[in-house]
């Protein structure tokens, strides 16, 4: 496939993630897959992200694991330590709440502990997201559980090319990864990546520029903020975008430099609002640059509520695009 015809193929996240972890595979010889159902004979993964891969590669390398997320999860850290590079599947972010200690006290502390000495380098695939009648256990967004750890990163691609980029820029990276993957937006199409280019980790993309006021998101929002820019330019305001991508470290340069510019902000995550990403990006903005700000920042975000199973009682709890736009429209008030 030449590049011009590569430029012009979709896919969707699934599709992207499988060839990052094919390609990944295929470059590395140390690179080794497993968790809950992720090889072929139990179906290649709950939604087929890792199909054909232990058929290819062989169960060796990518193979399923007993439900215990406790003990595939310990020995991911142990193998990275012994000189692999292990991706590990959760299958859902809830359920990171079962291997806290490995995470938190073992794969993100052993380089501080060890004096620079021992690297984990360990990715953690996982999903989460509202909008399927999932409940409470099974929909939050816990990325602020992680980005209050030092020593682990935090990866929330938005669409299929940076899911691709970003799942190669993790497997690469020496230290853990907590990459998290939104379940709604899976099955978008978007433009193929370029295959075997990874996106190094804790750089923001500015995906529309503009002049008014500066969004900010990431992973679901993503799919919400760019309707809600075109809404607003109807009446003359110029928003510019800005999709994380990596939640932890952020990328404050590409953040400050916008707001230097356009001197309002909003920050929008479907995580609940209270102690989430937003307030430490809208605080760091403060701090930085708060006599240059024509607002306060916004923050968008769902309700301070375990996630409701009902249908309308889940689409209560998250956030509107109306609560957006209502967001932008104060700060240029």
């Not at 691609?157 to 690469?172: K, V, W």
Request: aromatic share 6%; net charge negative; with cysteine.
């Amino acid at each position: 496939m030449n590049a011009e015809q590569n430029a012009e193929q979709k896919i969707n996240t699934i599709q992207a993630i499988n060839w990052a972890l094919d390609d990944a595979l295929a470059k590395h010889s140390n690179v080794i897959l497993f968790g809950e159902e992720v090889a072929d004979p139990e179906g290649g993964g709950v939604l087929k992200a890792t199909q054909g891969l232990s058929s290819k590669y062989g169960a060796n390398r990518v193979r399923s694991t007993p439900i215990s997320e406790m003990g595939f999860v310990g020995a991911a850290v142990g193998a990275a330590i012994a000189g692999m590079r292990p991706v590990a599947e959760i299958m859902l972010m809830n359920f990171v709440a079962v291997c806290m200690d490995q995470i938190t006290n073992h794969a993100a502390k052993l380089r501080f502990m060890s004096g620079g000495q021992t690297h984990v380098p360990l990715v953690l695939r996982t999903m989460t997201g509202t909008g399927f009648q999932q409940g409470g256990q099974h929909s939050d967004f816990l990325e602020a559980w992680f980005c209050h750890t030092p020593g682990i990163k935090v990866v929330m691609p938005s669409n299929p090319a940076d899911a691709y980029g970003l799942m190669l820029g993790a497997i690469e990276d020496d230290d853990p990864v907590l990459y998290v993957e939104h379940l709604a937006s899976y099955w978008n199409p978007g433009a193929a990546p370029k295959r075997g280019q990874a996106i190094a980790l804790g750089k923001a993309r500015i995906a529309r520029p503009g002049k008014d006021v500066t969004l900010i998101g990431y992973s679901r929002s993503m799919l919400d903020i760019p309707v809600v820019a075109e809404t607003l330019a109807k009446d003359g305001i110029d928003c510019e975008i800005i999709d994380l991508r990596t939640v932890s470290p952020l990328d404050m340069e590409t953040i400050l430099n916008s707001v230097k510019k356009t001197r309002r902000a909003v920050v929008v995550h479907e995580a609940v609002r209270s102690f989430g990403v937003g307030a430490e990006v809208s605080a760091r903005i403060h701090e930085a640059l708060f006599r240059e700000l024509k607002a306060p920042v916004q923050r968008v975000a769902s309700k301070d509520s375990p996630v409701p199973f009902a249908k309308q009682l889940e689409a209560a709890f998250i956030y509107s695009h109306a609560d957006i736009e209502q967001a932008v429209r104060h700060t240029m008030a």
